[in-house]
């Protein structure tokens, strides 16, 4: 099942950092090398999971960490800030962890960078922190040289615990997949804001904590909810093809059940995105135990967050490691994200 | 307005009604009594359709829907490539569409040129193109490709009385001449022709009259709607069963007989077909399009001496020589019939041009999952 047999080039360049097979190579032949052990039950760095799980007694301490780069840090729907806090918390809740102990935050400022402008994204990082029930009490505040870096990058970490882990690789044929909402707003209002068609739409990202969500899920699924992730770089398709290629199974999506705003379909179009690519950050991927599948869905839908959750597709035994999109009109591999098409979306 | 977009597309992907063109098909497939059916598009927007949509997956087994030489970009010869380097590196500025930088020339491609420092600058129109020159006092050249659509386009701005320094350096090409190529092709065994349906809304139903009549393959005139192609290969198939090879218009709400006889006025002032290679195919008599001699002096070949034999001196890499990007355009073999594709051949590093262009075969099939072939997909556990 390894997919991604290359080698990694002399050079790192934007392609490795866009969620997808490289970047993939990337970590398994420089970064993941010789490190992270967890000993044992627990979950470490060689999973390539959404964070970590140490085993401690009965419990686990699951850590999750993420940085933030997007470009504009100030977007429709969200800013940099409520990004930083939401892709840990979402990181946390995909490994089963959904009430985050703390968080830290690291700040990297561009020399010059505008004090209203970064009192306004701290306001927003305690908005979004009250929203989720936590706080960061510890951080970090580096400055560097004007153009040795654009504006603002964030980093936040998060811990917390849980009795049961859920990994993403934890798929077997028959099981039902399920997404919590629409696809692609995210990735499809950032690329608006930046294309140079300068177009007049109203996307909105769809940033937002999806910590409760999850927990209504896992209350009424319990162990039947066998896999999760965050659709976030890369996509619906960058999340499906990991959980196949990890849990050794393929993955049919029916095209016509996804559910997506006609305005991230058309904007897709247009730029010639395919909004399954385009990248979430307030949304889940879950794999279901096809008996308890449809009370999770039922569950999901009464969560403000997953009014338009919908089940889109099954896993079969054929084709371990691919993603098959029945179209409606017939079928196709999804391919996976490639190359630099949508840097610094996240 | 994007609501409403997503609404009228809506009356051509639903599937519902695909499900009974793809019966149709196959009951002609059935009755045709030889396999397999083969039959060719000559368009990159139909490979988009048939392979985002899946559609090769949903075909009759023993259909084959052929793309042939669809893609401008990807036909565009070495020596013209050539041509715009070799203008590049003499300090001439070039404005020219983004999947045109990367076509690989003799031994550079423009986006190679531009990595040295020469001005080459990625425009979505001509019009674009036009703008660039009224802003410069330089001369600005526009590297032409496309089809008979795009070169309408570009003979508008040459009627418009462009600026001074504006000249074109015309790869366009001429489709119905490359499709009695491909016609005569004997390993190709095309049984029938879909055209495209945007070239034909400037050309009429009525261009392809002649070909039918001298190859007695019939072509029918499809748009790019899922349904569209579907309905469009029924409509193909059915006219070979009839046995009365002939034009059919499957793309009525867009195309006439005669066409866009304006376009067509302004394209045959501003252009002649002459004979020129096509990249991976042939000598095609008719098939460029070059200005004519009354717009001689918007012509970039004849307003500079182009001396691209510095380029010559060069052996191709070895991955070149197992590029099959010649016999993929001309219909014989599939992108998956060739070694490099999706391994040393990607969007990211193209070895051939097919993999450069949206419009390119290899691009297509790559950025669409590789391999169509998913007929036998098992559902549910074990």
Known sequence: MSRNPRLIDERITLKYGTGGGAMRALIEQVLARGLGEVGEGGIGLAAMDDGAAIRLGDRFLVIATDSHVVQPIEFPGGDIGRLSICGTVNDLAMMGATEPLALTCSAILEDGFPRRDLERIWDSIRATCDEVGTTIVTGDTKVMGHGELDGLVLNTTGV?????????????????????????????????????????????????????????????????VVAMKDPTRGGL????????????????????????????????????????????????VL???????????????????????????????????????????GSRLLAEPEGELLPRIC | MAQADALTQLKFR??????????ALARLVAAAGHAPVSVMHVCGSHEQAIAKFGLRAAFPSDLRVIMGPGCPVCVTDVPEVDEAVALAKQGVRIASYGDMLRVPGTSQSLADAKAEGAEVDVVYSVTQAVELARRHDEEV???????????????????????????????????????????????????????AGHAATITGSQVFEK?????????????????????????LLEVIHSGRPRVENAFPRCVTKEGNLQAQRMLWRVFRPTGGRWRGIAHVPNGNLRLRDEYARYDTRRRFTIDASALWEYAPPKLVQQCQCGDIMAGIASPSDCTLFGKECTPDSPVGACMVSAEG?????????????????KRGAA
């Not at chain 1, 967050?305 to 889109?312: F, Q, S, Y």
């Not at chain 2, 499709?179 to 390993?187: F, G, L």
């Not at chain 2, 070909?211 to 393959?217: A, K």
């Open chain 2, 211 to 235: 070909f039918v009549e001298r190859h007695g393959l019939p072509v029918v005139i499809a748009g790019f709607e899922p349904l569209d192609v579907l309905a469009g290969l029924v409509k």
């Open chain 1, 287 to 329: 794999g279901l135990r096809p008996a308890r599948a449809d009370a999770v869905l039922d569950a999901i839908r009464s969560h403000p967050l997953g009014r338009n959750a919908a089940i889109v597709g099954e896993c079969v035994e054929e084709r371990p490691g691919f993603v098959v999109l029945d179209t409606g009109f």
């Open chain 1, 160 to 224: 917390a615990l849980t009795t049961r882990v859920i990994s993403d690789a934890g798929l077997r044929p028959g099981d039902r997949i399920l997404v919590t909402g629409t696809m692609g707003d995210h990735g499809l209002a950032i690329m608006a804001t930046r294309n140079e068609l300068a177009l007049d739409t109203t996307l909105e990202s769809d940033v937002a904590p999806v910590h409760s969500l999850v927990r209504r899920a896992l209350d009424v699924g319990g162990d039947d």
């Open chain 1, 237 to 284: 398709s960058s999340a499906l093809h990991e959980m196949a290629d990890k849990s050794g199974v393929g993955i049919v999506i029916d095209e016509t059940t996804i559910p997506l705003r006609d305005e991230v379909r058309a904007v897709g179009e247009l730029l010639g995105i395919d909004p399954l690519i385009a990248a979430n950050e307030g949304k889940a």
């Open chain 2, 141 to 195: 050249v526009f590297f032409a490709s496309g089809f008979e659509t795009t070169a309408v386009a570009t003979a508008a701005v040459l009627l418009d009385d462009p600026p001074e320094n504006f000249s074109v350096l015309s790869a366009h090409k001429y489709i119905p001449p490359v499709m009695e190529i491909v016609a005569e092709m004997p390993e190709t065994k095309i049984e029938g022709f879909l055209a």
């Open chain 2, 14 to 23: 639903d599937p519902t009604r695909a499900r009974g063109l793809r019966d």
């Open chain 2, 361 to 377: 075969t290899c691009k297509i099939w790559h950025q669409y999952g590789g391999r169509p072939d998913l007929r036998s997909i």
